[in-house]
Nanobody, 123 residues
Framework: QVRLVESGGGSVQAGGSLRLSCQASGNKNSRVCVGWFRQAPGKGREGVAAISPPSGSAYYADSVKGRFTISQDNAKNTVYLQMNSLKPEDTAMYYC????????????????WGQGTQVTVSS
């Protein structure tokens, strides 16, 4: 069992930045992949970024490459999503998720999900 708690969402103007945090607990397995997903009203869930253990290799959606950076602090069991140059189309509920023994941007790979944190970008 993996418990995930997101934080860091909020409202920002276009061009601004936010950093989301995802703190994980409950599983000491070093092969836990953590991903960030988002869902805007009326749209499907989109994989944004993921970080693969133990190398820390990262996956990014084309829509966020060059703007978002995923990173991890193993000592704090926390994964971060630094979001720069935000656009109104980045507005969505952002979810942190965890997968065991697999990784990537496909939501069906992830068995554990946080409650989400809202990101709103105004033009």
């Amino acid at each position: 069992q993996v418990r995930l708690v997101e934080s860091g969402g909020g409202s920002v103007q276009a061009g601004g930045s936010l950093r989301l945090s995802c703190q994980a607990s409950g599983n000491k397995n070093s092969r836990v992949c953590v991903g960030w997903f988002r869902q805007a009203p009326g749209k499907g869930r989109e994989g944004v970024a993921a970080i693969s253990p133990p190398s820390g290799s990262a996956y990014y959606a084309d829509s966020v490459k060059g703007r978002f950076t995923i990173s991890q602090d193993n000592a704090k069991n926390t994964v971060y999503l630094q979001m720069n140059s935000l656009k109104p189309e980045d507005t969505a509920m952002y979810y942190c998720a965890a997968a065991l023994w697999t990784c990537g941007l496909a939501y069906y790979r992830y068995a554990y999900w946080g409650q989400g944190t809202q990101v709103t970008v105004s033009s």
